[in-house]
């Protein structure tokens, strides 16, 4: 079946860096749209950013600032974000796409905070 593990999230400074991990497996990774989504206390779940086989594409939040990539050899999708700011903290999520919604992973926290 399809699982997705993330990993990488944690606590950093205002202006630091993380690169979250997005392990998958039970589905040929590399012909999937992948995303990363975020949710804040109190918000609703938003996209971070997404990579296909036409490319990649970002929210405002994230550009400039985030690169999504994918490793096909390892089944594995990355985040990295780079001049953090407080206003990133959430739960960061992977996404694949699917019918009736795709699938999701259980999520890694991220905090920024000085």
């Known amino acids: 079946q399809v699982q997705l593990v993330e990993s990488g999230g944690g606590l950093v400074q205002p202006g630091g860096s993380l690169r979250l991990s997005c392990a998958a497996s039970g589905f040929i990774f590399s012909i999937y749209t992948m995303s990363w989504y975020r949710q804040a206390p109190g918000k609703e779940r938003e996209l971070v950013a997404s990579i296909s086989s036409a490319g990649t594409n970002y929210a405002d939040c994230a550009k400039g600032r985030f690169t999504i990539s994918k490793d096909h050899a390892k089944d594995t999708m990355y985040l990295q974000m780079t001049s953090l700011k407080p206003e990133d903290t959430a739960v960061y999520y992977c996404?694949?796409?699917?019918?009736?919604?795709?699938?999701w992973g259980q999520g890694t926290q991220v905090t920024v905070s000085s």
């Open positions: 996404h694949r796409a699917g019918s009736r919604g795709g699938y």
